[in-house]
């Protein structure tokens, strides 16, 4: 009876250990492979699974993932040293902060759903404990970073000016126009000699007296026949799909109102493109408002200029402390080839 028992037993050892040569065999390489240290911030290690996790969560691909793992560990990187500079100076994050976050989020992110929440955390391979964990980091590094951002009262005048001089490209203003229209369509087929006929006589009544809007609102097809032809909107030339309309809108002065011309009809094509329809239509426009392209006024973009230039200095003084950060913690990188 012994002897079969011990003949039992030594047959599981057997299958075990093969079950466990095979598991290595298969996914030896690949444990390795996420365990792999591939830095490390004084005492704390960044692993290869920590960023190739990030990264997919973004559905980078494989080719995507080699191209921007660096920058992933350099971030991991500066995460970590801001954190560690935040314990040399002594500080805490106090328990109930993160927690009133942690609920903050469950509330916002998954509508209070607790279940759901879990199960998206052990999706990624969290833990509660470990997300809390996150949060924490999280809200250290963004406290790091806010004590090392400039006040707008640090951009003095004088830099605003040059930067806006320097920078005249970033605020040239378009030539628009506001434009009136009057269309005479193909309803049965007409030749253009017909919608031709129907729009020097509408200008012969306007040149009689007709003011435009009431010519608009009483002839012709136009989807803005009962706004008296009006587009109701200031627009540039790049948002005028028809090469017509585009060319006769920026020749009228404001007031003035064109000649009848030949448009060909554009439609949306079944692949998404947009293309001739193969009918015309016979316009006449008129230019309500026309503004002429320049550049913003200085005062107009003194706010955006002043936050552009808070951010280049609060971003070249952040590399400046992360140097010295670097240069004075163990810092080791080795990513995988």
Do not use: C
């Amino acid at each position: 009876m012994g002897t079969k028992t011990n003949q039992h037993t030594f047959k599981v050892f057997l299958f075990l250990a093969g079950l466990l040569a095979i598991s290595n065999h298969s996914y030896g390489t690949e444990l390795i492979e996420l365990n792999r240290v591939v830095a490390k911030v004084n005492e704390r290690v960044v692993t290869w699974g920590e960023i190739e996790n990030a990264m997919t969560l973004l559905n980078f691909t494989d080719q995507e993932k080699k191209l921007r793992a660096n920058q992933f560990v350099d971030g991991k990187v500066d995460r970590l040293l801001s954190i560690a500079a935040f314990g040399e100076k002594g500080m805490q994050i106090p328990t109930s902060y993160i927690e009133q976050e942690y609920n903050k989020r469950l509330i916002r992110d998954f509508n209070g759903d607790r279940k759901l929440f879990r199960d998206t955390l052990r999706s990624k391979g969290l833990s509660q404990l470990e997300y809390r964990k996150e949060i924490e980091e999280e809200i250290i590094y963004s406290h790091m970073l806010s004590t090392r951002r400039r006040l707008k009262e640090e951009i003095s005048p004088e830099k605003v000016e040059l930067y806006y001089e320097k920078n005249a490209d970033k605020y040239k203003t378009e030539a628009m126009v506001q434009l009136g229209e009057i269309a005479f369509s193909q309803i049965a087929g007409e030749p253009e000699t017909v919608l031709l006929q129907q729009a020097h006589q509408v200008i012969k009544e306007i040149k009689g007296g007709l003011s435009f809007k009431d010519a608009a609102s009483q002839n012709g097809q136009s989807p803005f026949r009962e706004k008296s032809g009006d587009w109701g909107v200031m627009v540039s030339e790049r948002e005028i799909r028809s090469k017509e309309i585009k060319k006769e809108a920026f020749s009228l002065k404001e007031g003035e109102i064109s000649k009848p011309f030949i448009v060909n009809i554009l439609e949306r094509k079944p692949d998404g493109t947009v293309g001739s329809s193969g009918k015309i239509a016979v316009y006449i426009l008129q230019a309500i408002k026309v503004t002429k392209s320049g550049r913003k006024p200085l005062d107009e973009v003194r706010p955006l200029i002043e936050k552009t230039l808070a951010s280049e200095i609060e971003a070249k003084s952040h590399r400046q402390w992360l140097s010295r950060l670097k240069r004075d913690a163990y810092v080791r990188v080795t990513l995988p080839k």
